[in-house]
């Protein structure tokens, strides 16, 4: 794996573990790369496959459902896979959500703002991303699933 790519993979999974953490939720990282099929040999329904794209293209992130229901993601910057057919699942105080997921709804979004940066005054900080929203459902529990591809990163969040 060259530099850059376990430069981005780290990038992506500190901010994959920043907004669990922002959001109160427990996320643990168990799989390596490779570790899991590709997605054309996993998902048999391709409706269940969902892509966003970053502003200038270069960067995108998938989504899709295996026919268990298992949710995967995968990261593809400049033709690289950064991080590569990974398994999403949240352990809850009340169990595991890691299958038997249901497609609800997807929906897109384009986000260009901006923000000041609080350490430095003069320093206005650019928002720009385009972000997927993915509504599943568990057995009784509803999760959105929200990646957002920027130009230089990625990042995944729930909500419930």
Request: hydrophobic share 40%; net charge negative; charged share 20%.
């Amino acid at each position: 794996m060259s530099k850059i790519k376990k430069y981005l993979a780290a990038l992506l999974t500190l901010a994959l573990m920043a907004s669990a953490c922002a959001a109160g939720i427990s996320m643990t990282v168990s799989a390596a790369p490779g570790d899991y099929p590709s997605a054309d040999e996993i998902y048999e329904d391709v409706n269940t496959l969902k892509e966003v794209y970053s502003p200038n293209g270069e960067l995108f992130m998938s989504f899709w459902l295996s026919s268990a229901g298992e949710a995967y993601y995968e990261v593809v910057y400049n033709g690289i896979r950064v991080v590569e057919n990974s398994k999403l699942g949240l352990r809850l105080d009340y169990g595991t959500l890691d299958s038997g997921f249901e497609l609800l709804s997807t929906a897109t979004a384009a986000n260009n703002t901006s923000w000041n940066d609080p350490l430095n005054q003069m320093a206005v900080i650019p928002d720009k991303y385009n972000e997927l929203t993915v509504s599943l459902r568990s057995g009784d529990t509803d999760v959105n699933m929200i990646f957002c591809a920027y130009n230089d990163g990625a990042a995944l969040k729930y909500s419930f």
